[in-house]
């Protein structure tokens, strides 16, 4: 392979075709120029793969005001459902980990964790229900590109999220069952095997989910919304976002009472340490969770843009 | 670009002032204008800044391509180029002034 032919190759992998179409034979050129005879130095590498990679986010509509508003506001929006992801990754986790937390605190001292979770809980369904909106409002283009596309097509592409699915619900029926076969204490540390099986199934879930929304987020950048679609869907991401912020302060001020009211609830809980309220597990979930909210406050940023549109 | 974003272009080594500076004394392709801008800026643009940068100011209508010379194509500036350079270099002028006069003064003080 000539040394023209493998910067070609860097290109493609690295450039959006738009941009190599306008660009692409003057850069290969411009590398012929500087860089004649020899590989390509660190530095020009690196610089490339940092210069394609912002290219191929702006000809995404991620960055810039490159992309048309709609195509900005329908990235935005697919931003928050991938925060939407993350949150239901940290919450599951959370859910479990805050199991039976009314038992380890005093009766005075449960209005204020109570209230929080009662809210988080709520948040957590108008989330959903605002999701199952966002994806009824699709389903319309849904079934025009399906039909434009040709069914086989569409399956083709949509294959990865009905295997995830599958394999979602084969193992959590698995481990249910198993669940149901074992006692309480079994069930919460006793036995290492149903940890690691437990960890493994958490992992399984997170994969699934995850496969689950890059097969959305594919089929979501092939359908054809009108205006008045997406500036529902931008105000059904707005939404979401708020529901995720909702989330986050509960989750917080859950944390925060809990550790005034019943700090006792941490040293015993998992990944527990004596005489912590801080532990490892609630702080890898703020993290999540966090970052969670940086997407989906960043995904609202992106699908304002709407408002340019006539 | 609009005129909010080319305020942005202030500092004197960013590559958009830099490909424009050089732009001005005649249109250049991508490695005569990196040749040109070590010559008189001593700052070499890695090869992603260059064209970065080229991408912007063209999608700006800050800079144009020309008809191909040997199989390179040349860039140009266009008039909204030119009156961007303008305006950058007299803000340039104007500061590079204020700290002159300052330093002046500081110089003049006795210790």
């Given at each position: 392979m000539s040394s023209r032919e493998r910067r070609q190759r860097l290109l493609r992998r690295w450039y959006p075709a738009s941009w190599r179409e306008r660009y692409g034979d003057d850069l290969l050129d411009y590398l012929d120029d500087a860089y004649p005879t020899s590989r390509l130095p660190l530095r020009a590498l690196v610089s490339l793969v940092r210069s394609g990679t912002w290219e191929r986010c702006r000809a995404n509509g991620l960055?810039?005001?490159?992309?048309?508003p709609e195509q900005r506001v329908r990235v935005g929006a697919l931003g928050v459902l991938g925060a939407w992801t993350i949150i239901v990754v940290a919450g599951s986790f959370f859910a479990k980990y805050s199991e039976h937390w009314d038992a380890s605190t005093p009766a005075a001292r449960r209005a204020i964790p109570s209230m929080a979770m009662s809210t988080l809980q709520v948040s957590a369904f108008a989330g959903v229900i605002l999701c199952a909106a966002a994806g009824l409002l699709s389903s319309r283009s849904l079934w025009r590109w399906s039909r434009s596309t040709g069914v086989r097509h569409a399956m083709r592409l949509v294959r990865p999220a009905l295997v995830a699915l599958v394999v979602a619900t084969t193992t959590s029926a698995v481990v249910i069952d198993v669940a149901h076969h074992l006692s309480a204490t079994q069930r919460n540390g006793a036995l290492t095997w149903y940890q690691v099986v437990g960890v493994a199934w958490s992992l399984t879930l997170a994969l699934c989910l995850a496969v689950a929304y890059v097969t959305v987020a594919r089929v979501a950048m092939r359908l054809e919304y009108s205006h008045r679609e997406l500036a529902v869907l931008s105000r059904l991401a707005r939404g979401v976002a708020a529901s995720i912020g909702v989330i986050v302060a509960s989750f917080l001020v859950w944390w925060i009472a809990m550790a005034r009211s019943a700090p006792s609830f941490f040293s015993t809980a998992v990944g527990g340490v004596a005489?912590?309220?801080?532990?490892l597990p609630m702080i890898v979930t703020a993290v999540v969770m966090l970052v969670g909210l940086l997407v989906a406050l960043w995904g609202v940023y992106r699908s304002r843009s709407l408002g340019a549109v006539s | 670009m609009g005129a909010q974003k080319d305020s942005r272009m202030r500092r004197q080594n960013d590559p958009a002032v830099l490909i424009l500076t050089s732009l001005a004394g005649g249109p250049k392709h991508g490695y005569a204008l990196a040749q040109d801008i070590a010559s008189f800026a001593s700052v070499t643009l890695s090869p992603g800044t260059l064209y970065g940068a080229i991408t912007r100011l063209e999608e700006g209508g800050l800079i144009a391509p020309q008809p191909e010379v040997d199989r390179r194509r040349p860039y140009r500036l266009t008039p909204k180029g030119t009156a961007a350079l303008a305006d950058i270099v007299s803000e340039m002028a104007r500061l590079a002034d204020i700290g002159s006069r300052r330093l002046g003064s500081v110089n003049v003080r006795p210790a």
């Open positions: 960055v810039g005001e490159a992309t048309k005489n912590t309220s801080v532990p | -």
